[in-house]
């Protein structure tokens, strides 16, 4: 029997959270430029659409989505729907960081990033599930961290809400292997963006990078299921 082709990206529609900066807005370049439609979602509205001024007005929308709010999730959902008809794929990339040393226990930091990097993307995976089931070939992509894989000082509220997420990525594949759901954890390390420039060596990955490999994910066929994806810096390469 032939192998399955590629999947084309012609009238996929795909949702992209936290994608007006960082790995999320190179991930929105890299889709548009393959030809996806878009639902970009973000907590600055304004910061979105000065970001994808440039991009096809109409194979992108613009909503915004605020991984703090319980009801956004649905709101952005339904949006998407109305504007789209379908929902294709998931790219659940909106997060935090924090650094702090082990003993530093705050009860209110651990909330917030259980919220925004695991309850948010479960919310959002779960009110788009019964639509990514539907077409048959539903991606969910969860942009994680070197952090979901293994702990470094500084790291341990940050690691346990990315280790907790490679478990949220599993599951809607677990559970929905026959209905075409295909997830992937993406775990770079440091990479070249605003929120971890602080921390970075000289040594780190491009957003680009992260695109790329994000958008060789959608175009797998069903039978080609890719659970992980670590991606190491040139500095990083030896301590996996």
């Given at each position: ?50 970001a994808v001024a440039s991009f096809e ?139 971890v420039a602080p921390f970075n060596p ?33 500095m990083e390469a030896g301590i996996w």
């Amino acid at each position: 029997m032939p192998e399955p082709s590629i999947m084309s990206p012609q009238n996929r529609v795909v949702m992209i959270s936290g994608a007006n900066r960082g790995i999320g807005l190179a991930i929105a370049r890299r889709l548009h430029a393959d030809g996806y439609r878009l639902s970009l979602g973000a907590r600055r509205i304004d910061a979105l659409q000065t970001a994808v001024a440039s991009f096809e007005d109409k194979r992108v929308l613009c909503c915004p989505y605020d991984a703090e709010l319980n009801d956004d999730s649905d709101r952005w959902i339904t949006e998407t729907l109305e504007h789209y008809g379908a929902i294709d794929a998931l790219v659940n990339n909106a997060g935090i960081l924090a650094v702090h040393d082990f003993g530093d226990y705050n009860e209110d930091r651990l909330d917030r990033l259980l919220t925004v990097n695991l309850k948010a993307p479960y919310r959002l995976t779960a009110a788009a599930l019964p639509h990514l089931k539907r077409c048959g070939h539903g991606r969910i992509v969860n942009i994680n961290s070197r952090s979901g894989l293994r702990v470094t000082p500084g790291s341990t509220d940050y690691s346990i809400s990315k280790f907790a997420n490679r478990a949220l990525t599993h599951a809607p594949r677990v559970e929905e292997w026959e209905n075409g759901i295909r997830t992937t954890a993406i775990c770079p390390g440091n990479t070249d963006t605003d929120m971890v420039a602080p921390f970075n060596p000289a040594s780190v990955t491009h957003p680009d990078t992260v695109a790329a490999i994000v958008s060789l994910v959608l175009t797998l066929p069903n039978n080609a299921s890719v659970p992980l994806v670590p991606i190491c810096s040139e500095m990083e390469a030896g301590i996996w």
